[in-house]
């Protein structure tokens, strides 16, 4: 049973930064982070292949926030920049999943952390 803790999450003002970072117990094929704001469904933010670095994006973080990963720690950084308030959610980080993306739906995540809330204040 791989273990995911998640840490980073925090209030900040529109247009600040947030770094949150994802550390698995062990080693993982896919880690990715979905978010989830209050009444709306979990949906995908950006994954990373642990193997081959390829990377995934949704829309609406393109060239704001940046998924990387290190092997050597089994751990997956979001570094989240020019934060606007309408990226107010909970952030899980998931891993291990048949296909690696952010449209993978979430069921086919094996692992989930419990979530760390990001506060984008206007």
């Known amino acids: 049973q791989v273990q995911l803790e998640e840490s980073g999450g925090g209030s900040v003002q529109a247009g600040g930064s947030l770094r949150l970072s994802c550390a698995a117990s062990?080693?993982?094929?896919?880690m990715a982070w979905y978010r989830q704001a209050p009444g709306e469904q979990r949906v995908g933010v950006a994954a990373?292949?642990?193997?081959?670095?390829?990377?995934y994006y949704d829309d609406s973080v393109k060239g704001r926030f940046t998924i990387s990963h290190d092997n050597a720690k089994n751990t997956a950084y979001l570094q989240m920049d020019t934060l606007k308030p309408e990226d107010t959610a909970m952030y899980y980080c998931?891993?291990?999943?048949?296909?690696?993306?952010?449209?993978?739906?979430?069921?086919?995540?094996?692992?989930w952390g419990r979530g760390t809330q990001v506060t984008v204040s206007s």
């Open positions: 062990e080693p993982v094929n896919c």
């Open positions: 998931a891993a291990d999943s048949p296909a690696c993306g952010v449209t993978v739906p979430t069921r086919l995540y094996t692992y």
């Open positions: 990373i292949h642990s193997r081959d670095g390829n990377t």
